[in-house]
């Protein structure tokens, strides 16, 4: 199963580099994304090193949930695709 990243879970003023939204295809309500809460998730770099993290929460109400990641993502991130295990 796979995901797209969307963006850093921020404030106003502040932004946690490893809390991350993710959209799942297929997945659009709250109900939905609170059943991947504690899946492990993968993101690849180009170079090939994965960054490792965990579904922690549903995020809003059309089916965005929220992954926290052992390190902050990098930028290049935004957009990419994450992969669930």
Do not use: C, D, Y
């Amino acid at each position: 199963m796979e995901g797209t990243i969307l963006s850093f879970r921020r404030g106003k003023r502040t932004q946690k580099e490893n809390h991350i939204l993710i959209q799942v295809p297929g997945v659009a309500s709250r109900t939905e994304a609170a059943k991947l809460v504690g899946k492990k998730v993968k993101w690849k770099t180009s170079s090939g090193k994965e960054i490792n993290g965990k579904v922690a929460s549903a995020h809003g109400n059309k089916g965005v949930i929220r992954a926290i990641f052992e390190r902050g993502l990098p930028g290049q991130s935004m957009t990419q695709k994450v992969h669930f295990s």
